[in-house]
């Protein structure tokens, strides 16, 4: 049974650091895109950072910029978030997402979701 499985999240203060990970089971994550999205109370969902397939192209929001970084090891079918500087309005639900679409950060073309995982910057 395919699933994506967050974990990592928690309660920071501000300026401090937190990994999420993601682990994936019921296929094989090579060929696909992996990446994280973050939902903050009251907005939208967005698109934070996502690594491609096969050359491990990177995006990341310019919200995020310098201090998250994705990566992936697809021998271990997990991807992972390390967030560093993190400030308030990095609070939110963080989602593991997989598809197909190499800009899938921007687009939004999300073929599986996680079931997501809280992070809280706060004092």
């Known amino acids: 049974q395919l699933q994506l499985v967050e974990s990592g999240g928690g309660l920071v203060q501000p300026g401090g650091s937190l990994t999420l990970s993601c682990a994936v089971s019921?296929?094989?994550?090579?060929?696909?895109?992996i990446g994280w999205f973050r939902q903050a109370p009251g907005k939208e969902r967005e698109g934070v950072s996502c690594?491609?397939?096969?050359?491990?192209?990177?995006y990341n929001a310019d919200s995020v910029k310098g201090r998250f970084t994705i990566s992936r090891d697809n021998a271990k079918n997990t991807a992972y978030l390390q967030m560093k500087s993190l400030k308030p309005e990095d609070t939110g639900i963080y989602y593991c997402a997989v598809g197909m679409s190499w800009n899938m950060c921007a687009d939004g073309r999300v073929s599986y979701w996680g079931q997501g995982t809280q992070v809280t910057v706060s004092s």
């Open positions: 690594i491609s397939s096969s050359l491990g192209r990177t």
């Open positions: 019921g296929f094989t994550l090579d060929y696909y895109v």
